[in-house]
């Protein structure tokens, strides 16, 4: 059985998501989330990619990723194959580590751009890790809060919010705009 074509985005922006298979905790590390973090930057820092947003759970990591001279495919498979590779050296196991190949779900305007951010950033407080999104190191949550000048993808995406500031975006009501905005 042949796998279904991955969905292109006319954006270029992608929600790409990596678990561990049944849900093993695959990053139940400081030391897994920093090298898998670390491994992501290393292309993103080659122009690979533009990364805007991460949250690094136990299980699973999510990504913002806009496609610039990689597709999101080759992106990954580089992120993938690196991560991978130190993971079973460093932890002297062998085969694969993640469920299956990873999920991307294109990103088809600015509106659901800043919905799967706003998600994203908001897992540890749903899943109970933290009460507050800044307390979560494992998330560019607290990278949208203090902006510095090497950051200029995080001030587009402000930018794109106008009026709101981006705490109040994230905090306003978020359980009931999640609701909503999951079920639609």
């Known amino acids: 059985m042949s796998r279904e074509a991955r969905k292109q985005s006319e954006t270029g922006l992608h929600h790409v998501l990596v678990q561990g298979p049944r849900q093993q905790a695959i990053f139940n590390c400081a030391e897994k989330k920093a090298k898998y973090l670390e491994t992501v930057q290393k292309y993103y820092d080659k122009g690979k990619a533009i990364l805007y947003a991460y949250c690094i759970m136990d299980n699973s990591a999510h990504l913002v990723l806009e496609e610039r001279s990689d597709t999101v495919t080759v992106f990954m498979r580089r992120v993938g194959v690196s991560y991978v590779h130190w993971y079973n050296k460093t932890w002297d196991r062998e085969g694969s580590l993640f ?18 951010i706003r998600f994203i950033h908001q897992l540890p407080v749903r899943y109970g890790k933290v009460r507050n999104m800044w307390d979560y190191p494992w998330s560019s949550y607290s990278e949208y809060m203090r902006i510095s000048a090497k950051a200029e993808n995080k001030k587009e995406v402000l ?3 106008g009026d709101w500031s981006y ?9 009931e705009l999640y609701l909503r905005e999951t079920s639609t």
């Open 99 to 116: 469920r299956e190949r990873y999920q991307s779900k294109p990103i088809h305007s600015q509106e659901e751009f800043l919905k799967v």
């Open 159 to 161: 930018e794109k919010l």
């Open 167 to 175: 705490e109040r975006y994230m905090n306003d009501n978020w359980k």
